[in-house]
């Protein structure tokens, strides 16, 4: 038997794909959050911050919800992550900004 405690969490995009794609699963488990982003030259809340604003300009609104989640467990407040979105406006066009800031309104205020 296995102890709670110690057995492996399943990762969301195991619960999302599991045996229907496990490529992606080995990938995004291991490769992008086991190894790129345990990286030392950026931290977890610069990497948190570029992942957004990438999301955003992109209009990959889909992925914002878990990202911000994970931006403000990675330190970025929602002030910053706000101010973030709203400079993006300037450069990524005001339709992209205000999906994301949709986006954000719902994640930081329920």
């Given at each position: ?28 488990d ?58 993006l406006a ?21």
């Amino acid at each position: 038997m296995t102890d709670e405690s110690t057995a492996k969490q399943t990762s969301g995009a195991e619960q999302m794909f599991g045996d229907f794609a496990p490529g992606l699963v080995h990938f995004t488990d291991d490769v992008l959050f086991g190894e790129v982003w345990k990286r030392d030259q950026l931290s977890a809340k610069e990497r948190s911050l570029v992942t957004i604003t990438c999301l955003a300009t992109s209009g990959n609104t889909g992925q914002l919800v878990y990202h911000l989640g994970l931006a403000r467990e990675n330190g970025n407040s929602e002030e910053e992550l706000i101010e973030a979105l709203t400079h993006l406006a300037f450069y990524a066009g005001w339709p992209k900004a205000m999906a994301a800031m949709s986006v954000a309104k719902q994640v930081f205020t329920s």
